[in-house]
């Protein structure tokens, strides 16, 4: 069955020096009116018109260690504005997309049923996808995945319903390669692969990039989430003994694959690993420091990034983890956008979501959101700049410049020992 939360808080608006001890408890009684397309009376209050938006973020599956603090993250700007000056009212309801395509898109559903125009969602871009083409565009509703990577989603033909605060993976896989090739001096390399768009798409984007270095590519091996073993697949992979091995996964494979391979392997070759496996717990689960682990990570370098960390840590007494910053800076585009559309029309809102984000216009961003909401009430122009980058969205719904965090594993969790940094051109 698929779980959901419904939130609702009243916004207002505050300066900027007031909103970072604003991190409080989201109340409400849980339900939807249908929302108003009222669109205020210009003076920066909405009239108490409601904004709704839908989380849909894996808390429970193969993705929900890291899915939890996304979500948290997510619904963390309507947390921060609940005490503010702006009369707008939030109705945000959260579903689970349980890590799995079908869950997500009964989830994804009942949100566009329920009249929600916009989500911030999904996670795993095999949920993703599949909520785009079957539920998302047809129904005419927004979707901004902080974390989904797929370089298939820039090519979507999506109406540009579909955008993404987090970067596609034909970026990572260079990283990954220029990393194995320069730091590490691979010249041969396998994959081991979550059999997924994310963990399909990531191993071609590093083979792809990896030969174009000279590098050479000793087995492609897919593997299927949460099984019992996986050491006859990582013999498969480390036959050839190749220098290097990329993973690709989640954590609660992640798990497994790791004590597998401690268990029946010498652990003398590097092993990089990608976003999906940035989880702090995982040495302490495998009970090993996994000090041979490298891994790559889209980094949270935004303008804003410091204001949000605080936020987060004010409010859920943890540090922001991985696609965290980015499933911050995407709810808070959409409600932007909502509030410059004027109603609760996806459509209208995704018309409206490059104009509150790219440049031109006032900088506003997690520091000032509730005083950035009044103003774009108000017909101001404002460019929002984020926690997790400046979010410029292009053409295709991506990101315009990202940064990536080269990390190991250390006693203290994570340990971000380098960053690369990729800008669109023209």
């Not at 993705?63 to 503010?84: F, H, K, M, N």
Request: with cysteine; proline share 5%; charged share 20%.
């Amino acid at each position: 069955m698929v779980s959901h939360t419904n939130r609702r808080t009243v916004l207002k608006s505050v300066g900027v020096a007031g909103v970072a001890g604003l991190a409080g408890c989201l109340g409400g009684d849980g339900g939807s009116n249908g929302g108003s397309s009222d669109n205020g009376s210009g003076d920066g209050s909405g009239d108490g018109r409601e904004l709704m938006i839908g989380v849909l973020q894996p808390t429970t599956g193969d993705l929900g260690d890291l899915g939890g603090p996304i979500r948290d993250a997510a619904v963390l700007p309507a947390t921060q504005l609940e005490d503010s000056d702006v009369s707008f009212t939030i109705d945000l309801q959260e579903e689970d997309s349980q890590t799995d395509p079908e869950a997500g898109l009964s989830a994804a559903q009942a949100l566009a049923d329920g009249g929600y125009p916009a989500i911030t969602g999904a996670a795993a871009s095999s949920v993703t996808i599949p909520v785009a083409q079957q539920v998302a565009v047809p129904n005419g509703v927004v979707m901004c995945s902080p974390a989904s990577t797929a370089p298939e989603i820039t090519e979507m033909d999506d109406d540009d319903f579909l955008f993404r605060t987090a970067p596609s993976d034909a970026l990572q896989g260079e990283v990954m390669a220029q990393v194995g090739a320069e730091d590490f001096d691979f010249s041969s390399a396998a994959t081991f692969h979550l059999n997924n768009d994310y963990g399909q798409q990531l191993s071609e984007s590093f083979v792809s990039a990896f030969e174009e270095l000279g590098g050479s590519v000793t087995a492609e091996v897919a593997f299927e989430a949460e099984q019992p073993s996986y050491t006859s697949l990582l013999q498969d992979a480390l036959g050839d003994d190749p220098d290097g091995m990329i993973v690709i996964g989640y954590p609660a494979s992640g798990e497994q694959i790791f004590r597998d391979y401690y268990a029946d392997f010498d652990g003398e070759e590097t092993i990089m690993v990608t976003d999906g496996l940035r989880e702090p717990s995982l040495p302490g689960n495998v009970d090993n420091p996994m000090e041979n682990v490298v891994g790559t990570a889209p980094l949270a370098a935004g303008p804003d990034q410091d204001h949000f960390a605080n936020l987060f840590e004010e409010e859920y007494g943890s540090a922001p983890g991985v696609f965290t910053a980015q499933a911050y800076d995407a709810t808070a585009v959409l409600l932007l956008a909502n509030v410059a559309a004027g109603e609760n029309d996806g459509t209208a809102i995704r018309d409206n979501l490059r104009t509150v984000a790219n440049p031109e216009g006032e900088e506003v961003g997690p520091s000032n959101l509730g005083e950035a909401m009044g103003m774009v009430a108000d017909g101001e122009e404002v460019n929002y700049q984020g926690a997790s980058s400046a979010v410029d969205f292009d053409d295709n719904g991506d990101m315009q410049a990202v940064t990536y965090e080269i990390f190991e594993f250390s006693e203290e969790g994570i340990e971000t020992t380098d960053t690369v940094e990729f800008e669109a051109e023209g």
